[in-house]
Nanobody
């Protein structure tokens, strides 16, 4: 059974940092695309960052570029999202997702991902 379990969310002041983790189990995702998405209350789900860790390829939404870093630890089967210089508008539930098939490019559309975690809340206070 494939599982994605996020952790690391919490409450932080603006300008602070958090690191989210997405622990995977049930299969390997070294050639799949792994993505972080977020959804704020009343808003649509939004792509944040993605990685194909077996290829060393990453992609970021413009809103987080230069502040967030996605990385993967193949040995630990875990994907991370390091978030720095956090802003109140980063407040959302953050979800980890993975594609079942190998990918060359990183999809930014949530519908193209097959597996999802339960989400972790990130709240940034001003």
């Amino acid at each position: 059974q494939v599982q994605l379990v996020e952790s690391g969310g919490g409450l932080v002041q603006a300008g602070g940092s958090l690191r989210l983790s997405c622990a995977t189990s049930g299969r390997t995702f070294s050639r799949s695309a792994m993505g972080w998405f977020r959804q704020a209350p009343g808003k649509e789900r939004q792509f944040v960052a993605g990685i194909i860790w077996g290829a060393g390829r990453t992609y970021y939404a413009d809103s987080v570029k230069g502040r967030f870093t996605i990385s993967g630890d193949n040995a630990a089967n875990t994907v991370y999202l390091e978030m720095n210089s956090l802003k109140p508008e980063d407040t959302a539930v953050y979800y980890c997702a993975a594609t079942s098939a190998s990918r060359v490019g990183i999809p930014i559309t949530g519908a193209l991902y097959d597996y999802w975690g339960q989400g972790t809340q990130v709240t940034v206070s001003s």
